[in-house]
């Protein structure tokens, strides 16, 4: 069977197994493709991260490929028919831990810019390629330093497009243009403990906060826009107790936020503080910020990325900022224009994660497309 060099290219990259935050040698192989048409590549590396900054040209406007080469775990292989880290072709899929998410993006980015550049070697502006090996992680020590890193400099990107896994039922037919904020909060109810003989010498703080909780969960936020979902809050974890004969002294609950532009991380936090204290509970509350909220309206990225599917496929695609968090999260705020166009996500992370083969040629076509519209 002969593959095409994006699928070549995307065995090669599922081989290494790159697990968080271990890049297993994908970055360097990515550079020996990038070098010989001009790229400079920098080697970023923060803590036990590897990052990948290549670039070709030096003038603006700059469009950057952002992606990432680490995975997540395998889970136990026995549930896998065929080894994750052993790509094989069947029945026209590709399968392998990382196939869609995301090391055969990863795979059309190259060959795309193979393209691109043997058509257009005097192109317009400059293309980059930031890679991070810890984007499934705690991305900590992945894109947002590479972003800092390229902002002391003045450094600027004007278009990102993230090869997350975004379509639905056909390559192409949602972009993501946009994301909800990620807002966790880490909740310490403070009781007393006690015999549950004796409830009268205790309080029980699961009892205390259960009327708070429940305010909490049936909240109205808010209703979301044009753009975003309404907000949700979610509880993700509740722990207490030491015995069935202890009435436990501590109620720790940890809960979510996935919120839109209607609000704000603080106005979220002041809206649960004053709830708690409705409740006259003595609690300790931490946050954790993951990421604020990010959209890129209809511009130059979104239109040249619907285009372009608009001329290799024929669909016609739907926007959307519904589902997770992404590293477009630490790129939009620099200004940058950001959307997220990859393979289809519906077996992402799972066991015998997958991508149709013949996908990843035509999503190379559409990011070669993008090329051309935006700097050709």
Known sequence: MTLSPTLELAMDLIRRKSVTPDDAGCQ???MSRLAPLGFAGENLR????????????SDGPLLAFAGHTDVVPTGPEKNWAYAPFDPVIKDGYLYGRGAADMKGSLAAFITACERFVGKYPQHRGSIALLITSDE??????????????LEKRNEKIDWCLIGEPSST?????IIKNGRRGSLHGYLTVHG?????A???????????AAP?????ANEFWDSGNDFFPPTTFQITKIEAGTGSNVIPGELLVHFNFRYCTENTAES??????????RHKLNYDLQWHLSGRPFLTDRGALVTAAQSAIRQVTGRETELSTSGGTSDGRFIAPTGAQVVELGPLNATIHKADECVKAEDLDTLSEIYEQVLVELLG
Do not use: C, S
């Open 169 to 173: 039922n056909q390559v192409g037919d």
């Open 198 to 208: 004796y409830p009268h010498m205790a309080e029980n703080p699961v009892h205390l």
């Open 268 to 277: 979220l936090e002041e809206r649960v503080v004053a709830i708690l204290d």
């Open 28 to 30: 360097e192989l990515m």
């Open 192 to 196: 007393v403990q006690g015999h549950v």
């Open 136 to 149: 499934e992680g705690p991305a900590r020590d992945g894109t947002v330093k590479v972003v800092d890193t």
């Open 212 to 216: 708070a909780l429940d305010a909490l």
């Open 46 to 57: 923060f803590g036990e991260t590897d990052n990948l900054w290549a670039r070709k040209g």
